[in-house]
């Protein structure tokens, strides 16, 4: 964490350029609104308007887009400047390494999430009145538990494919398109809305816009909460094993460290 945190420190223009994205992400989605009508029954469960609803979708993509492939690139740095093995030759876990490298990353995404909504309500006029902050909060904890077991997934294929890796692809396809990002999940066939309904990026998002859009509390969000909780619950221990057994191979095969 003190190595992530020195790094993040000594590319301060770096920060510059992410505000900048979230001024700019924010805008085209402000002017995007100014193009489209939607029926005002397809917003009516997340308060009606356009323009938060997509503002709050921003802020979870960049959460779950975040928390899976961050895992994934800082073990890609490690092994293209050749530490990722003498981590290995400490007293850590291979786990204890995983989760350790995605301390920082995953600060810096709840940073960007109220980044985007405070850009949004003071440039763009975005109402946040009726927000329950708490039960929001509620949410992205939960919801980041979720996706830390999809980060250690995605490493898990990385470490064993090196390309290819298919979990972060299917999380950023499938949250835009079947995890009501960009548009409700109620316009979608109801087939794919029973597959959406697997997805946990479905009910972070879905939690977050009836917590800062509609005021729900925890008791209001017990279906997303549980839901997440769940998928954590199944999805932690399989990741947990697959990555322990991907690094094994690579320590047996001895090549940890090809990318």
Same mark, same amino acid.
């Given at each position: 964490?003190?190595?992530?945190?020195?790094?993040?420190?000594?590319?301060?223009?770096?920060?510059?350029?992410?505000?900048?994205?979230? *001024?700019?992400?924010?805008?085209?989605?402000?002017?995007?609104?100014?193009?489209?009508?939607?029926?005002?029954?397809?917003?009516?469960?997340?308060?009606?308007?356009?323009?938060?609803?997509?503002?709050?979708?921003?802020?979870?993509?960049?959460?779950?887009?975040?928390?899976?492939?961050?895992?994934?690139?800082?073990?890609?740095?490690?092994?293209? *400047?050749?530490?990722?093995?003498?981590?290995?030759?400490?007293?850590?876990?291979?786990?204890?390494?995983?989760?350790?490298?995605?301390?920082?990353?995953?600060?810096?995404?709840?940073?960007?999430?109220?980044?985007?909504?405070?850009?949004?309500?003071? /440039?763009?006029?975005?109402?946040?009145?009726?927000?329950?902050?708490?039960?929001?909060?509620?949410? *992205?904890?939960?919801?980041?538990?979720?996706?830390?077991?999809?980060?250690?997934?995605?490493?898990?294929?990385?470490?064993?494919?090196?390309?290819?890796?298919?979990?972060?692809?299917?999380?950023?396809?499938?949250?835009?398109?079947?995890?009501?990002?960009?548009?409700?999940?109620?316009? /979608?066939?109801?087939? /794919?809305?029973?597959?959406?309904?697997?997805?946990?990026?479905?009910?972070?998002?879905?939690? /977050?816009?009836?917590?800062?859009?509609?005021?729900?509390?925890?008791?209001?969000?017990?279906?997303?909460?549980?839901?997440?909780?769940?998928?954590?619950?199944?999805?932690?221990?399989?990741?947990?094993?697959?990555?322990?057994?991907?690094?094994?191979?690579?320590?047996?095969?001895?090549?940890?460290?090809?990318?």
């Amino acid at each position: 964490m003190r190595r992530d945190l020195a790094i993040e420190r000594s590319y301060r223009f770096v920060w510059v350029s992410r505000v900048i994205g979230l *001024v700019l992400a924010t805008a085209l989605a402000f002017y995007f609104t100014r193009l489209v009508a939607v029926p005002t029954a397809a917003l009516a469960p997340y308060g009606g308007d356009l323009l938060a609803f997509l503002v709050t979708g921003l802020a979870a993509q960049g959460m779950t887009g975040g928390a899976v492939g961050q895992l994934t690139g800082r073990l890609r740095e490690s092994m293209v *400047v050749g530490t990722f093995e003498s981590l290995l030759l400490t007293r850590a876990s291979p786990v204890e390494i995983a989760f350790g490298f995605q301390i920082v990353p995953l600060t810096l995404q709840v940073g960007r999430i109220v980044a985007t909504l405070a850009i949004a309500a003071l /440039l763009f006029g975005v109402d946040l009145s009726r927000a329950d902050f708490f039960s929001a909060a509620a949410i *992205v904890v939960f919801g980041l538990a979720s996706l830390i077991a999809l980060g250690l997934a995605a490493a898990a294929f990385y470490v064993w494919f090196r390309r290819g890796e298919p979990v972060t692809w299917a999380v950023a396809v499938g949250g835009a398109f079947l995890g009501g990002l960009v548009f409700p999940v109620e316009l /979608l066939p109801e087939p /794919l809305q029973l597959v959406s309904n697997i997805l946990p990026v479905t009910h972070i998002v879905a939690g /977050l816009r009836r917590a800062l859009l509609m005021g729900a509390g925890i008791d209001d969000l017990l279906t997303q909460i549980l839901a997440l909780l769940a998928f954590t619950v199944i999805m932690t221990p399989l990741s947990i094993a697959l990555f322990t057994r991907s690094i094994d191979r690579a320590l047996a095969r001895g090549d940890i460290n090809r990318y």
